[in-house]
């Protein structure tokens, strides 16, 4: 059965960093697209960052360019997503999701979902 399981939130003053992680199991990870994701408190779900199969080919939401970086690691069928200089406006809970075929930045268009890890930023 296909599993993701995200790791790696916390929290964090402004202008720090945190990497998040996202394994997946019952599967081999670079056989699918993996997104992030983020969800706000009363906000909906928004797209964050996308990684194609093989990792050569990585899409940001706007408001994340220049300070966020996907990656992945397929020995440890794990991708990564990078966060630097955080801001207070990028406190979400953060999911995984895997597809097949390409990137999309909607959340419908993702069948298999982690539980989310909680990202604060605050001083």
């Known amino acids: 059965q296909l599993q993701l399981v995200e790791s790696g939130g916390g929290l964090v003053q402004p202008g720090g960093s945190l990497r998040l992680s996202c394994t997946a199991s019952g599967f081999t990870s670079d056989d699918y697209v993996i997104g992030w994701f983020r969800q706000a408190p009363g906000k909906e779900r928004e797209g964050v960052s996308c990684v194609m199969r093989g990792g050569g080919i990585a899409v940001y939401a706007d408001s994340v360019k220049g300070r966020f970086t996907i990656s992945r690691d397929n020995a440890k069928n794990t991708v990564y997503l990078q966060m630097n200089s955080l801001k207070p406006e990028d406190t979400a809970v953060y999911y995984c999701?895997?597809?097949?075929?390409?990137?999309?930045?909607?959340?419908?268009?993702?069948?298999?979902w982690g539980q989310g890890t909680q990202v604060t930023v605050s001083s």
């Open positions: 999701a895997a597809r097949s075929y390409y990137c999309s930045g909607s959340v419908v268009a993702f069948g298999s």
